[in-house]
């Protein structure tokens, strides 16, 4: 049986903190990960529309082994700019990378889209989410919380807002495992417009709802339920999507076992969002291994982990969702009021 870390949250995995800076009038924010060490890393992506920094460098055949943190944010393309800000604070406690006598961090950074939400988007020459990223860093805490909340303040799902969300969970191994994830699909996380979520088997007691699968499935379960198609809500959100997530563990693992382990947290998103990986989607996943257990797993031990990032990974999707909450200018509803 699995069970959750100590706060249910990716910072259970010793070694890591979260920070979020977000802005209610724009619906939007950024999401940091920081890493006390220097991560082993990985990514894969899965999305046909994404929107990303410095991923090359994190495939197993090439020459960085470790970075010093991950963002997601908001804003499409102009979130991008939010790693800057993160690294501009990170230069500043001379965390970085050394080379010819400079420290540089290394900072991959993902985005979604979350520009037709609802939100004040004229901000003028340039857009905000350098200052959020490097006002992220310093929040950066290992308690935080989810739902509208950083990267997820402004995400949209099926029907409902979407959010940030996190989970964890601690294997027999004694190795920790944790998700987090902003959760914007083009999909739907929920059983047609029913209040269970497609994650339900995985759920630990009642983190989302404890509802399980309905009995019987509505009957537009089996339908494709996108948010731009969503004909029941007044205002329908027009643009991309995508889900971006961070999976981590404290076991010892190479870039190649990190990469395998972006992969295994793409299951994650296949159990708990109905369609996922479209075109209009740039879901993506990094994975970060701090090694802080000492741990390095034998070959059945390394099936289980891959198995437990599909299944946490699901969890902190429906949390993000489930966490929701309702501000001024939404276009969908939270799921508390489904």
């Known amino acids: 049986m699995f069970r959750t870390g100590p706060r249910n949250l990716i910072t259970d995995v010793a070694g890591l903190s979260v920070g979020n800076a977000d802005d209610a009038r724009l619906k939007s924010g950024v999401t940091v990960v920081l890493c006390q060490e220097p991560a082993v890393a990985g990514v ?3 999305g046909g529309a994404p929107g990303t920094r410095e991923t090359d460098l ?9 970075i010093h943190a991950v963002v997601l944010s908001g804003g499409s393309a102009f979130g991008l700019d939010a790693a800057s800000g993160v690294q501009a604070a990170l230069r500043e406690k001379n965390i970085g990378v050394e080379v010819g006598g400079f420290r540089v961090p290394i900072v991959p950074a993902a985005i979604l889209f979350d520009l037709r939400n609802g939100g004040d988007k ?10 959020l990223g490097y006002a992220a860093v310093q929040a950066a805490t290992a308690g935080f919380p989810i739902g509208t909340v950083g990267a997820g303040t402004g995400a949209l799902t099926f029907g409902l807002k979407g959010g ?21 699909p083009t999909g739907s996380v929920t059983v047609g417009r029913s209040r269970h979520f497609w994650a339900a088997p995985f759920e630990i007691g009642d983190e989302f709802g404890g509802l399980g699968y309905p009995d019987p ?8 339920l996108l948010k731009y198609r969503d004909r029941h809500v007044g205002t329908r959100a027009e643009g991309g ?16 076992a990190a990469k395998r382990l972006a992969i295994s947290a793409h299951d994650g998103f296949v159990r708990a969002i109905w369609p996922t990986h479209t075109p209009a989607d740039g879901d993506l996943v990094f994975a970060l291994a701090t090694g802080s257990s000492g741990i390095e797993l034998g070959a059945d031990a390394a099936i289980d982990l891959y198995a437990a990032a599909g299944a946490t990974m699901a969890r902190a999707i429906s949390r993000g969702v489930h966490a929701a909450t309702p501000a001024d200018g939404d276009l969908f509803p939270v799921w508390s009021s489904r």
Not at 58 to 66: D, T
Not at 217 to 224: R, T, V
Not at 241 to 256: G, N, P, R, Y
Request: hydrophobic content about 45%; proline content about 6%.
């Open 44 to 46: 894969q992506v899965l």
């Open 58 to 66: 994190l495939e197993p055949q090439n020459s960085i082994e470790a």
């Open 122 to 131: 004229d901000w003028g020459r340039y857009p905000p989410y350098r200052e």
């Open 164 to 184: 940030l969300g996190s989970a964890s969970t601690v294997l027999d191994s004694g190795v920790t495992i944790g998700a987090l994830a902003a959760v914007n």
């Open 217 to 224: 499935m509505p009957e537009d379960a089996k339908k494709i």
């Open 241 to 256: 999507s995508t889900t971006i997530a961070v999976i981590a563990t404290d076991a010892i693992l190479t870039k190649a």
